[in-house]
């Protein structure tokens, strides 16, 4: 099942092109499957129906995977649409095009939402700003920088989630793009 849009031409002055990227929720209760694809499908605009798996790392949970076309920002709109439910595990990536950053959202129940900007290889792009807070922070509280520079590329996000990524090794990848062709 498809789903494709089409993105209003402008926001806030601002040309929006079309986003593509790939959605992984790695771990959910059953009782929320419903409520996330309905939370997905109102971000992409149309209803969503995902394929869930069991997820063998957390015995009860269920997982999917999928390719997701739409406006960008959605990837942004779908990790805040998620960001309330406990026991949820995922990572929502948005591709680099001509106009924009590429992202990526990590989230899981202890550490909460990480957000990265993301190059056209994938790399994490770490402004100045939040390499001087990390410094600063590393002096104020007695922590390393390395710590710090932990915290801001994700990596205790990617550690907590890396468990969960490979027990879905054998998934199959669907594409989801918004509202109607």
């Known amino acids: ?5 089409n993105p209003p031409a402008h926001s806030q002055g601002h040309l929006q092109g079309p986003a593509r990227g790939a959605l992984f929720i790695y771990s959910a209760p059953t009782a929320l499957v419903p409520h996330i694809e309905w939370a997905i499908g109102n971000v992409l605009g149309a209803p969503v129906s995902l394929e869930w798996s069991a997820q063998p790392v957390s015995p009860g949970a269920l997982r999917t995977e ?21 026991y949820v595990r995922f990572e929502i990536t948005e591709e680099v095009s001509a106009e924009n950053d590429g992202a990526r959202f990590q989230g899981t129940p202890e550490l909460g939402i990480h957000h990265s900007i993301m190059g056209v290889h994938g790399d994490v792009y770490v402004n100045e700003d939040r390499i ?13 920088l390395e710590e710090e520079l932990e915290q801001i590329l994700g990596t205790p996000w990617d550690e907590e989630l890396e468990p969960f990524r490979y027990a879905g090794d054998q998934s199959s990848i669907r594409w989801l793009k918004t509202g109607s062709s």
Request: net charge positive; glycine share 10%; hydrophobic share 45%.
């Open 66 to 86: 999928s390719k997701w076309h739409g406006a960008v920002g959605s990837a942004s709109k779908i990790a805040s649409a998620m960001r309330g439910w406990h």
């Open 1 to 5: 099942m498809v789903f494709q849009a």
């Open 132 to 144: 001087r807070a990390s410094v600063k922070r590393a002096l104020k509280n007695g922590t390393s």
